[in-house]
C-alpha cells in the first residue's frame, strides 16, 4: 500500500495566482481530510468529505479555497488567487469511517511570495 | 464541544531521560483517545490509542492510559533517545463519529 499520496511535495507561487494541491487517498478509504499547518496556528482542519462529498467546510478560511472530490481516489484543494499568508503545509489523510485512525500524507509545502 | 489541551513546549530532555507529555481534554461523549507523532518533513502517524477507560496504549516505548475520573490522556517514555524528537498530538475522536480533535501539539527536541 503506497498510503495516502500527495502532490506537489513544494510549490512556490506568485501572489494572485492559482494554486492546485492533490490527493489521492488509500484505496477503500471513505473519508478524506484536508489540514493546513503553520507555526502560528497549529494544524487546523478545513474540510471533509465522506464518500466523496463534502460533509463540514466550515474551515475553509475564504471564498479563494475550494475543494472537491470527483472520485473516491482523487481529491484536489484549489486556492484562487493566493495569498502570502497562505503559506503553509497542508495535508491530506484519509480514513474508513468508524475506524480509529487517519493516514496522513507526506503534506504539500506552499510557499506564496 | 470537544478539545484537547496539552501542555506548551518544546519540551527538551537529555537522551534516557524520562519523559511525560500532557494532555487533558473535554468531550461531549464517550471518546476514544490518541496520541500521533509527527517527525520532520512527515505527516502525522498514529503512535498509540485507548478506547474506554483505563486502557493503557503503548508502542515503540511510549504509553498512556485512559484516565476517565481526572480527563487525561498522558504520554510517557521511560527512557527517551535522540530519534524520538517530534511533535506529539493528543487527538480524541466521539463515539462512532469520524472527526478527530487535535491539539496544539508539544514539540520534543532530545539532545545526545
Known amino acids: 500500500d503506497a498510503g495516502v499520496i500527495q502532490s506537489p511535495r513544494h510549490e512556490v507561487t506568485e501572489m494572485g495566482q492559482e494554486v492546485t494541491l492533490r490527493c489521492k487517498p488509500i484505496?477503500?478509504?471513505?473519508?478524506l481530510f484536508w489540514y493546513r499547518q503553520t507555526m502560528m496556528r497549529g494544524l487546523e482542519l478545513l474540510i471533509y468529505?465522506?464518500?466523496?462529498?463534502?460533509?463540514?467546510d466550515s474551515g475553509m478560511p475564504e471564498d479563494r479555497f475550494s475543494a472537491k472530490m470527483p472520485n473516491a481516489s482523487f481529491s484536489t484543494l484549489k486556492i484562487q488567487p493566493s495569498e502570502p499568508r497562505d503559506s503553509a503545509v497542508y495535508f491530506c489523510?484519509?480514513?474508513?469511517?468508524?475506524?480509529?485512525?487517519?493516514?496522513f500524507g507526506s503534506g504539500t509545502r506552499l510557499t506564496v511570495v | 464541544g470537544n478539545s484537547v489541551t496539552q501542555m506548551e513546549g518544546p519540551v527538551t530532555l537529555s537522551e534516557e531521560a524520562f519523559l511525560t507529555i500532557n494532555c487533558t481534554y473535554t468531550?461531549?461523549?464517550?471518546?476514544?483517545l490518541f496520541w500521533y507523532v509527527q517527525y520532520p518533513g512527515e505527516g502525522l502517524q498514529l503512535l498509540l490509542k485507548?478506547?474506554?477507560?483505563?486502557d493503557k496504549g503503548s508502542n515503540k516505548g511510549f504509553e498512556a492510559t485512559y484516565r476517565k475520573e481526572t480527563t487525561s490522556f498522558h504520554l510517557e517514555k521511560g527512557s527517551v533517545q535522540v530519534s524520538d524528537s517530534a511533535v506529539y498530538f493528543c487527538?480524541?475522536?466521539?463515539?462512532?463519529?469520524?472527526?478527530?480533535?487535535f491539539g496544539g501539539g508539544t514539540r520534543l527536541m532530545v539532545k545526545p
Open positions: 468531550a461531549t461523549g464517550y471518546p476514544s
Open positions: 487527538a480524541l475522536r466521539v463515539n462512532a463519529g469520524n472527526m478527530l480533535t
Open positions: 484505496s477503500g478509504h471513505n473519508s
Open positions: 485507548a478506547t474506554k477507560a483505563d
Open positions: 468529505f465522506n464518500n466523496n462529498v463534502p460533509i463540514d
Open positions: 489523510a484519509s480514513s474508513l469511517q468508524g475506524s480509529y485512525g487517519y493516514t
